[in-house]
Nanobody, 117 residues
């Protein structure tokens, strides 16, 4: 069984930065992709960023130029560096790991990010 454990959320002022981490434990295998979704109450979960095993990354338009995803395949761990945070970035952030079909197969427990002055 795979578990994803997240850390790094919190309260930050607009323009500030946070770094989220998500480490996998348990049964180990190579994840085709790892990444982050976010969700606010009453809305669908939104894909924020993905990092493929080979190094390709993708971002939602709303976070391009402000967020940076990276991963360490050896651990395996995925990170999300969030800079120039805005009010609209407030959400619960969930990491995921995808298997052979590239779809999320495992989820983290979620970590709250609140951007407020």
């Amino acid at each position: 069984q795979v578990q994803l454990v997240e850390s790094g959320g919190g309260l930050v002022q607009p323009g500030g930065s946070l770094r989220l981490s998500c480490e996998a434990s348990g049964r180990h295998f190579s994840f085709n992709a790892m990444g982050w979704y976010r969700q606010v109450p009453g809305k669908q979960r939104e894909l924020v960023a993905t990092a493929a095993r080979g190094g390709t990354t993708n971002y939602a338009e709303s976070v391009k130029g402000r967020f940076t995803i990276s991963r360490d395949n050896a651990k395996p761990t995925v990170y999300l560096q969030m800079d120039d945070l805005k009010f609209e970035d407030t959400a619960v952030y969930y990491c995921y790991a995808a298997g052979v079909d590239w779809r999320p197969a495992y989820w983290g427990q979620g970590t709250q990010v609140t951007v407020s002055s």
